[in-house]
């Protein structure tokens, strides 16, 4: 009479196997997640810093056009401003003049110098400043509105506060400056979790697809070696 084997072993097995299939799809799943959560930082942070810059820039240039820069004294004469060939560290202001000299050796660039002087000018106007239509915030959301062509930032919106940093629910990017409301302005993502479950979905179907089939298969071999002791056990 032959003894039927025994399938214990087996069964640990293939539910150690299991086990181990999991947490390998989990550890890959939590990777791609990562993933896709960096790259949404960094494109969040680029959108944010390119929109702000572009908003301010096209102030500037369309102010600089109608010259509507003036001095900060009571008199209303048109700044002129000089950039040495040099980059430059220092500059200096006079009643109609502002020059930027360089040193030898230091290279921050001038536009930097260039852009904080016709800012803190712009702001100067209070009929600027005191205008609805120029909140930083209302304008830099209009501009991200009219670049998205796919509609991928329309869940995205603007947040601004006064002081330390703030806590948010969602994703946001670093903190920009409003150069005329003395506020911290950032881009916020608050549905940042679906959108990185619809990037990440073939991920996890295809993970659930392999293990539905290797618990099919697991299944299909127990059952058959069932079946063959069952058999062993007619025949003797």
Request: glycine share 6%.
């Amino acid at each position: 009479m032959r003894s039927n084997p025994d399938i214990s072993l087996a069964r640990f097995l293939m539910i150690v196997s299991m086990v181990l299939l999991g947490i390998l799809q989990y550890l890959w799943l939590h990777n791609e997640y990562m993933n896709k959560y960096r790259d949404m930082e960094t494109k969040i942070n680029h959108v944010m810093f390119s929109s702000v810059r572009d908003v301010e820039d096209s102030l500037l240039f369309s102010n600089l056009a109608n010259n509507e820069f003036t001095t900060m004294g009571d008199s209303d004469r048109t700044i002129r401003i000089t950039i040495n060939a040099d980059d430059s560290v220092t500059f200096q202001r006079t009643a109609d003049e502002v020059k930027i000299f360089g040193k030898e050796g230091h290279h921050p660039g001038p536009h930097r110098e260039m852009r904080g002087i016709l800012l803190r000018q712009l702001k100067s106007d209070t009929s600027f400043c005191a205008s609805p239509e120029h909140s930083m915030s209302k304008m830099v959301t209009r501009h991200i509105r009219l670049a998205d062509s796919t509609g991928e930032y329309a869940g995205y919106h603007l947040i601004s506060w006064l002081g330390e940093d703030t806590m948010v629910r969602g994703l946001m990017s670093r903190p920009q400056i409003d150069a005329f409301g003395e506020k911290k302005i950032a881009l916020i993502n608050p549905n940042y979790k679906a959108d990185i479950f619809r990037g990440i979905l073939p991920h996890i179907s295809f993970a659930l697809f392999l293990m539905v089939m290797v618990g099919a298969a697991f299944y299909y071999i127990g059952k058959n070696l069932r079946k063959q002791m069952q058999l062993n056990a007619l025949r003797d």
